[in-house]
């Protein structure tokens, strides 16, 4: 199964949508919108632009490319205080490939020290 048919029945489950729903605003057959659930077909650009605007996500979280949701508009800009993301981006490059590793870790552990712990 391809990561746009296992986004595509997550935002379908997740989001209380049916095939059926997407069929109609895409004006495809639901054979169609099966095979792309099914990962038997993929579709072509401009209805992978379309599958996103009627999930409001985007294209990369679609393909699998990003594990936000969120289209890039819709991402908080103010990291904190008058830090933003394109300060943080613009930092980021200009640092060496280890000290992104560090970073990555470091935003890794992090978020894994946020999150519950399961089956505790």
Request: proline share 3%.
């Amino acid at each position: 199964m391809s990561m746009l048919s296992e986004r595509l029945r997550l935002l379908l489950e997740t989001r209380g949508k049916s095939q059926k729903e997407l069929t109609l605003y895409l004006h495809l057959s639901n054979g169609t919108i099966s095979n792309y659930v099914n990962g038997v077909h993929q579709p072509c650009v401009d209805t992978l632009i379309n599958i996103a605007r009627f999930f409001d996500v985007s294209i990369d979280y679609l393909l699998g490319e990003s594990k936000s949701p969120l289209r890039h508009e819709q991402l908080p800009e103010v990291i904190h205080g008058g830090y933003t993301v394109s300060d943080f981006q613009e930092d980021l490059a200009c640092l060496t490939n280890n000290d992104r590793a560090c970073i990555a870790h470091i935003t890794k552990a992090l978020k894994g020290y946020r999150e519950p712990k399961r089956g505790r």
